[in-house]
């Protein structure tokens, strides 16, 4: 009985850092994404070009 504290701990913050790092990964992917767009319109003007899109 006396256990259940403990998982109940390990649960919570298994799922609280689980989804931290969940976030942190998913900004991550969403600023190199707009990264690439941005030096690709910068690309594309430097060029002379109109940007795609």
Do not use: H, S
């Not at 989804?19 to 319109?41: H, N, P, S």
């Amino acid at each position: 009985m006396g256990n259940f504290g403990w998982i109940e701990i390990a649960l919570f913050y298994g799922l609280a850092i689980g989804l931290g790092v969940w976030q942190f990964w998913k900004m991550d992917r969403m600023l190199k994404k707009t990264r690439a767009e941005k030096a690709a319109k910068d690309a594309a003007a430097r060029d002379g070009q109109p940007p795609e899109g």
